[in-house]
């Protein structure tokens, strides 16, 4: 959607993408076809009404939040699919972790109860269970991100310098940040062995510095 400087709808575009269920209980969207399907829907969006991209003042990305990637920074490529918010293969891990103080073991620091929803449990998983995942992130070649941090990562570079950041929003329903600090929490990244280099930097929403430049093209 293209906004006007007084708040109204001046464009906009839309595409759906595909969903995945490989197993009961399980779903995931391809994160190639989201980036893909931004692409196409942007350069229509401005298409549309004639809008040159010179035009645009600033963009901002809204997303649901908990659906996990995590990919190579080197080539883009993710190390399978996302992995949707609604996604219940992580109840195994949550289990496990809820046995040693409950399902609201981490509740006191980051305000969220052990379920299957937030992206900490989902990283674990791909680290777990993808080869090559965990010996990338602790080389610091794999990265994680929720969309935002994808769509922000390839809007800005992708493998050629893409920033890697997200804002509290997301990174609050991560299971992972601390919220007196609003930084990531390391006693939780230890438990659940995700390396804190893989994790982008977090941001607040109302940061008067941008994120970054999208590319020319």
Not at 11 to 20: D, G, K
Not at 128 to 149: C, L, M, Q, S
């Amino acid at each position: 959607m293209v906004f006007g400087h007084e708040g109204k709808v001046v464009s906009v575009h839309q595409l759906e993408h595909q969903q995945i269920y490989p197993h009961a209980g399980w779903v995931e969207h391809n994160p190639m076809e989201i980036w893909e399907h931004t692409q196409h829907v942007i350069k229509a969006t401005l298409e549309k009404n004639s809008i040159a991209p010179k035009d645009i003042a600033a963009i901002g990305v809204t997303n649901q939040r908990e659906t996990t990637i995590v990919w190579d920074k080197n080539t883009g490529k993710p190390y399978g699919n996302a992995i949707v918010w609604q996604c219940t293969r992580t109840k195994d891990i949550c289990d496990t972790l809820a046995k040693d103080g409950g399902q609201n073991r981490f509740h006191p620091k980051v305000g969220l109860p052990l379920t299957t929803y937030f992206s900490g449990p989902k990283i674990k998983w791909v680290l777990d269970n993808i080869p090559g995942a965990r010996t990338a992130a602790e080389k610091g070649d794999a990265i994680f991100g929720n969309i935002d941090t994808w769509e922000i990562w390839w809007l800005t570079g992708g493998p050629g310098g893409g920033v890697h950041v997200t804002d509290v929003t997301n990174a609050s329903r991560t299971m992972l940040m601390n919220l007196k600090t609003l930084e990531w929490d390391q006693e939780i990244l230890d438990i659940l062995g995700i390396p804190r280099q893989m994790l982008p930097e977090i941001r607040p929403s109302s940061d008067q510095k941008i994120y970054g430049y999208t590319l020319q093209d």
